[in-house]
């Protein structure tokens, strides 16, 4: 993960169509390294979000429209990070948002 300089909701809607995996750093969050995860799935039309709380470690994923997303990131946009793996590439993520999107 390295750290984004952000500096419109636009680029925040380009970095998620284009497969990239956002992560909003915080200490509050128990998985991913601190980390809660955001990607766009192209095909179900929805954004994923993806976190676990030291409270609750059951990995919880949220959806939301690609524009509330984007709200949501630009509201944390100053601890905004981008991961080095494209969704693509992780398996693992795409697998967590299908079997959620599925089950609801």
Known sequence: MRKIEIQNKAQIKQFLYTGNVLGI???????????????????????????????DVRKRVHHYS???ATRILWHNRHCLFLRNKHLPEDKKLTAIGHFEAVGQ
Not at 28 to 48: A, E, M, P
């Open 66 to 68: 690609l524009n509330r």
């Open 25 to 55: 750093k915080d200490d509050q969050y128990r998985s991913f390294g601190g980390f809660q995860l955001w990607w766009y799935d192209k095909h179900l039309d929805i954004c994923d979000c993806c976190e676990s709380y030291w409270s």
